[in-house]
């Protein structure tokens, strides 16, 4: 089905009418302060599916539930551990995804068939606005095509989603740019199945950390995971993207010297000046890296890049997140110097 995509502000009457979208079985855009995501009725399996048909996604790639409120994860999944309740006063609502057994009211598309599903209780006062006017749980997953870079506003919600869905919600920048860190609990500790702007640093306060080996390498392609963007190459422009691992001199020097029609440089912000090479750089710190990855992924694509040199980050902090976003946006390649 084609649709004539609406693009709705982030009023109360435009909410609403999404909410009646989402209410009869219908997707739309919806901003969260992670990245946009697309929205649907976690409990309707022919809800879910038009997600699935809009994105082009693998359905064996779990979606992650979103509620207005942590109180009512005990509605949808069988066991809420001691520290999830802790850890969720501490960052509900916010950018934290908890794996927990679920309850059969979700259904198996969403969960990707796993006897697991992700709950999340969004930050952003047009998605909690969204779940409350809807008065059902939503699944929702990155708003773009799969395996191209998450969307980070409104406008990169239209240009892959125009006429494949009925509306959008604008709802501004999204200040965090990467998805939510997804953890799971394992005899008292942390596993972190995806970084994100919550940090395994802070998540350590709560308890033992483990990191997901997926989080820097590749999942088989038959493999179950249990986080969204552990498997598949992700987050991709149309340019072939190399990590470059190596200090700023390395880095410079490398770049420099891989001169050539359509390759740019994807430096710190204070490396650019540096560049000898066409460059569009992407932020000093983690947070702004975070913030800009996604949108510097997509302006590649609009300048026509066919090669891209991106400068590896920390891997330290919300660090950990852009470097994983970028890892599979490489397809894993990665240079060391």
């Known amino acids: 089905m084609t649709f004539d995509t609406k693009l709705l ?13 989402i209410k009869n079985g219908g997707i739309v855009g919806m901003p969260t302060e992670t990245v946009y995501g697309l929205a649907a009725n976690a409990e309707d399996p022919d809800a879910v599916e038009k997600i699935f048909a809009a994105k082009g996604r693998p359905q064996d790639n779990p979606l992650i539930v979103h509620l207005a409120d942590f109180s009512h994860t005990k509605d949808f999944v069988k066991d809420i551990p001691d520290i999830a309740s802790i850890m969720a006063e501490r960052f509900c609502p916010g950018p934290l995804t908890m794996i927990f057994p679920k309850k059969d009211r979700i259904p198996d598309i969403t969960s990707a068939g796993l006897d697991t599903v992700g709950i999340r209780i969004p930050a952003h006062k047009a998605a909690r606005k969204l779940i409350e006017y809807s008065g059902k749980a939503i699944a929702a997953p990155s708003a773009n095509l799969s395996g191209s870079p998450s969307p980070t506003t409104a ?7 125009d006429g494949k869905i009925p509306a959008v919600i604008d709802g501004g920048s999204c200040p965090v740019g990467v998805e939510s860190t997804v953890i799971s609990f394992e005899n ?5 199945l995806r970084p994100g702007f919550i940090s395994a640093e802070e998540l350590s306060e709560f308890g033992e950390i483990i990191i997901d080996k997926h989080i820097t390498s590749a999942a088989d392609d038959n493999e179950k995971v249990r986080s969204p963007g552990m498997k598949y190459k992700h987050y991709s422009p149309k340019a072939n993207v190399t990590v470059i691992d190596g200090d700023r001199e ?7 010297s891989h001169t050539g029609s359509n390759i740019y440089a994807m430096p710190f912000d204070s490396d650019e000046q540096l560049c000898t090479i066409p460059a569009v750089p992407y932020g000093d710190t983690s947070e702004e890296q975070a913030a800009r990855l996604f949108a ?7 300048i026509g890049a066919e090669q891209v040199y991106a400068r590896c980050p920390s891997m330290d902090g919300v660090g950990l997140a852009v470097y994983n976003r970028l890892l599979r946006a490489a397809g894993f390649e990665v240079i060391k110097l």
């Open 296 to 302: 510097v992924l997509r302006k590649f694509d609009e």
């Open 155 to 161: 406008e990169h919600v239209m240009k892959d989603m």
């Open 9 to 21: 502000t982030s009023s109360d009457d435009d909410i609403r009418e999404a909410a009646e979208i």
């Open 188 to 192: 008292g500790k942390i596993r972190i």
């Open 250 to 256: 390395k880095y410079i020097g490398f770049v420099n």
